[in-house]
């Protein structure tokens, strides 16, 4: 049957067009394949940020402003592809914070998700509902939803580490909810380390019955027990598209730490180059070890330590590492696998 019509039938679709314009009506027929495409087709951009000619822009701006008055002073990594909406996915958030030495980010409390990933300088803590962890360069730390937070610097160098957070999901839900501290920071009820002691050693507390959606309360992976258990497993042969890849869980339940943030860590040996590889899941990477040369669909990048680069969804990656390298990577992978849509290709 053919699709072509003859001039006066498409002067009176279109006259009919903008009859049901007037009503907020628009024909599915005209915008389907927009709306269910045959593969996704995401409107991304892959894109590469390098830590060496990013780290001058945000040390500028703590001179531009404290970390009190910004409350949170943050660079954004905004896509090329979707500037102006504050995110590096559709569904995630990132950013380069700073913390100078003597300062305090404020206690406060949100109901979006948040990771960090610590990358330069020594001497900050992270507190989370009264327990502080100290910040070490490669330590992953958790503030889940909607508990209080607060940062400080107690060294003599200014420290940055790497926000994500759920802020495109929850917003795209309207069900974004914050608070602020009456109190600049929160006092300490319980020493650093309590947390993964009581969480963290494959144990848990005799009355705790964590709920499956519910986020773990280990806030901090140190990077030191990541890089162990990653060398300790790199013995074997590598995985053709991962090379030797780990994924953060909730210790109690196995689930991700996050129910809408998925984390992983990647060991892939000197001279190691993976398959291609895609998925559904938009990918924020971030060079913690070595060096790789990085292809995303036609794009190929050099990347080093501290660098962040993203994935679009259904782009195929392919890694060589050419020093012994480790990656940190997160995404919206717990979403769309709870919704049974997430997918990958091995190519």
């Not at 995630?92 to 979006?112: C, D, F, K, N």
């Not at 990358?119 to 992953?140: I, P």
């Not at 400080?152 to 994500?164: C, Q, S, T």
């Not at 953060?248 to 040996?269: C, D, E, K």
Request: hydrophobic share 40%; net charge negative.
């Amino acid at each position: 049957m053919s699709s072509v019509v003859g001039p006066d039938v498409a002067q009176e679709r279109a006259a009919f067009y903008e009859r049901i314009d007037r009503n907020s009506m628009t024909p599915l027929w005209e915008v389907l394949s927009s709306l269910v495409p045959p593969q996704p087709r995401s409107p991304l951009q892959a894109a590469l940020w390098h830590y060496a000619s990013l780290r001058e822009h945000v040390m500028e701006a703590g001179r531009l402003i404290t970390a009190e008055e910004a409350e949170r002073r943050v660079l954004i990594l905004e896509n090329p592809a979707l500037r102006g909406r504050s995110c590096i996915t559709q569904s995630l958030y990132a950013g380069l914070q700073l913390i100078m030495p003597g300062e305090v980010a404020p206690a406060h409390r949100h109901t979006q998700s948040a990771l960090r990933l610590v990358l330069d300088g020594e001497g900050a803590y992270t507190a989370v509902d009264g327990e502080r962890t100290t910040m070490r360069r490669g330590d992953f730390i958790i503030t889940p939803a909607w508990t209080w937070h607060d940062h400080g610097n107690l060294g003599r160098e200014p420290v940055v580490w790497l926000d994500g957070l759920d802020i495109p999901i929850v917003r795209f839900l309207d069900a974004g909810f914050a608070e602020k501290s009456e109190q600049l920071s929160q006092g300490q009820t319980r020493p650093e380390g309590d947390a993964l002691a009581r969480y963290g050693a494959n144990m848990v507390p005799v009355d705790y019955q964590p709920k499956p959606a519910e986020p773990t309360r280990v806030f901090v992976y140190p990077f030191e027990r990541t890089r162990a258990s990653l060398k300790a497993i790199a013995g074997g042969a590598p995985n053709a598209h991962d090379g030797f890849k780990l994924r953060y869980v909730n210790p109690a339940t196995g689930a991700s730490p996050m129910p809408t943030i998925g984390a992983f860590a990647q060991w892939l040996p000197a001279g190691f180059e993976t398959r291609p590889l895609r998925s559904t899941d938009g990918t924020v990477h971030v060079c913690l070890q070595g060096g790789a040369e990085v292809r995303v669909g036609e794009q190929v990048w050099q990347v080093e330590e501290n660098d962040v680069f993203v994935v679009p969804s259904w782009h195929t990656v392919q890694l060589r590492a050419q020093r012994d390298t480790i990656f940190f990577s997160f995404s919206d992978r717990p979403v769309q696998q709870a919704l049974g849509l997430w997918r990958e290709e091995r190519l």
